[in-house]
């Protein structure tokens, strides 16, 4: 609220142009065979940088090579680079191999082979802005008179199997070194459209910090069960204020680019996430005690990406990129509205819940429009409630920043038939003055129309598009303008999102835009509202049905401050009817089992 090593396969690449092949001259050949490295001549940042090893037989007859052009098997396959400023890179990655007679594989008079390297990135850190050199050289092994293939037991007795090269293998084996002609690439910065993110989310607080206890269990189990979360296996530690539904949208005009999310809760902790992090990987098995803080995604950003290898990676050749499909959600998932950004660029990750029993296997892909997570944070003193009355109300700000563009939604009386109220406080309220706002009268049908221009007005103002405030608004329609009582809601400075919820991106993009919408539900003070609580409570014995239901749905919808009157009433009532809702509320809303005791005031 999560890496894959890849061998090389003899397939044809795509990613070296027919220009770039004749800009590119042949290594001298040594007794019959030259080769020669195919890269791109740029790259931008974060780009997968493809290339392409190229073996030409310039002999008269036909040869066995040993087909080892892996530049993991550095003993064969010897790739140098040289980055930015004349230094030399370490290679990060490299294996060993025990070729046999059939490692050698004919290259007839003529003939080219070509062996792809998917992605540099995986041997060398290619990272950073500026110029790269690169000088390939592969050293051919020798044809040996016999190789141990196997073992058989004859008679009790352990036997090893050996077998040799053909005829024609040992007459036409090659061995000996070949170097192609060094070559350069580029890694450019990004631009602006080579990589934006976007980001809102809603950050909900209630007046009395004990209700943070509750209010989650309902929207917590309503997602789906492959969604990856620490709950309930671990016991969260206690927190005031939830942050809900933060969406983080990526953009770029780039086929493929590669990107590393972390979002770190400075206190607090995530609680559920989609897609599949990098870290922490969920492999099923028991953890230590304690909540992880933060969450790092590791995806390909387009519309396709690398295959999943679903046994022993070691083992696998690579294959080519694949077109991505957005992952199956459940029919009914609000999730499903956060795609109608349809701009955003498809998101691609590794799902990483492992196979037991097999280690670095993984069993799926994952693509969505979006990364999501759910989490429990601090509440900083924000927004209070002094005063209420008919035609308004009055706040005082606690936080350490000014409030600009409050709304407030009235509701108080709507179940009656009443007017609702609205209003929008343009002015800023600095930080410990009070402000005493009027509220407007308004229809309760067009209350959602009316509340939603100015909102969606101020989202796009603060940086997000239209799509996607129209996306948010969708989405939080009920816990904006359709919640019973006071609620108020305004946009938090960049600054305090950052400090909360500390975003990171690798590359780093240009334009990095982080919207936070702080809510106030149950607005009113403690008093009004305990005691509107306590009338509802009393209607849930009533015979009128649609009164009994009507009070049911406006406790669930208060939720956590409802919590406490409700335990007290399951206490204390012999109605079967008032117990089984209130039962029915408290599952809805109270998450207390998952959760610490909070601290003390």
């Given at each position: ?11 044809l ?21 030259q ?28 040869r ?10 550095t ?39 070509r ?64 170097r ?41 189990e ?75 995604w ?10 999943v ?25 609000w ?31 994952e ?46 009386q ?42 969606r ?145």
């Amino acid at each position: 609220m999560c890496r894959t090593i890849v061998l090389l396969a003899a397939v044809l690449w795509a990613g070296a142009s027919g220009a770039a092949e004749k800009e590119t001259p042949w290594g001298k050949a040594h007794d019959g065979l030259q080769c020669r490295f195919l890269v791109r001549a740029e790259f931008t940042l974060g780009e997968p940088i493809e290339a392409v090893i190229e073996v030409r037989n310039a002999s008269d007859r036909q040869r066995y090579v040993a087909d080892l052009f892996n530049v993991q098997y550095t003993r064969r396959a010897k790739l140098s680079v040289t980055g930015p400023g004349g230094k030399a890179l370490r290679q990060r990655m490299s294996a060993q191999c025990r070729p046999n007679h059939r490692s050698f594989k004919p290259i007839p008079a003529g003939a080219v082979w070509r062996r792809p390297v998917e992605d540099l990135r995986k041997f060398f850190r290619l990272d950073r802005p500026g110029k790269y050199t690169l000088a390939f050289a592969y050293t051919g092994t020798k044809l040996a008179n016999r190789y141990l293939v196997g073992e058989r037991i004859t008679n009790g007795l352990r036997e090893k199997i050996y077998a040799g090269p053909s005829a024609e293998q040992a007459a036409g084996a090659w061995s000996g070194t070949i170097r192609a002609p060094a070559v350069s690439l580029v890694v450019r910065p990004l631009k602006r459209d080579d990589l934006r993110v976007h980001e809102w989310g809603v950050f909900t607080s209630y007046a009395d910090l004990a209700y943070a206890n509750a209010g989650r269990k309902a929207e917590w189990e309503s997602l789906p069960k492959f969604f990856y979360r620490q709950f309930p296996t671990r016991r969260l530690r206690w927190a005031p204020m939830t942050v809900d539904k933060p969406i983080v949208y990526f953009y770029t005009n780039r086929p493929g680019l590669d990107v590393e999310v972390t979002v770190t809760f400075s206190a607090g902790a995530p609680v559920v996430w989609w897609p599949a992090c990098a870290s922490p990987v969920d492999d099923g098995m028991k953890r230590k005690p304690g909540a992880f803080r933060s969450l790092t995604w590791r995806a390909r950003l387009g519309k396709t990406a690398p295959p999943v290898r679903a046994g022993p990676v070691l083992r696998l050749p690579p294959g080519k990129d694949q077109a991505v499909t957005e992952f199956d959600l459940p029919e009914g998932c609000w999730l499903k509205q956060a795609r109608a950004v349809k701009d955003a660029a498809p998101v691609t990750v590794v799902g990483s819940r492992l196979i037991r029993g097999r280690p670095w296997s993984t069993n799926r892909s994952e693509t969505e429009r979006f990364l999501y997570y759910d989490g429990l944070v601090p509440a900083p003193g924000l927004l209070r409630c002094v005063a209420t009355a008919a035609e308004s109300v009055t706040v005082r700000n606690s936080a350490r920043f000014p409030l600009a563009g409050l709304f407030v939604i009235d509701r108080r009386q709507a179940r009656q038939g009443k007017a609702a109220g609205f209003a929008h406080h343009v002015g800023p309220i600095a930080p410990g003055e009070t402000a005493k706002i009027s509220l407007r009268r308004v229809p309760p049908a067009d209350l959602p129309a009316k509340a939603a221009a100015p909102i969606r007005q101020a989202l796009t103002a603060a940086g997000l598009y239209a799509d996607e405030a129209d996306g948010l608004l969708k989405i939080w329609r009920k816990g904006f303008f359709e919640r019973p009582g006071l609620t108020a809601l305004y946009l938090l400075p960049r600054a305090e999102y950052d400090r909360m919820l500390p975003l990171a991106v690798t590359p780093k993009p240009p334009e990095i835009v982080r919207v936070g919408v702080a809510l106030h539900p149950n607005l009113e003070v403690a008093a009004a509202l305990d005691g509107r609580v306590r009338r509802l409570i009393g209607r849930l014995g009533e015979d009128d049905f649609r009164r009994r239901q009507a009070a049911f749905e406006d406790l669930v919808r208060i939720g956590p401050p409802a919590a406490g009157a409700v335990r007290q009433t399951l206490r204390e009532t012999k109605s079967a009817e008032v117990r089984a809702r209130c039962e029915k509320i408290l599952q809805a809303i109270d998450a207390a089992e998952y959760l610490g005791k909070p601290a003390s005031k």
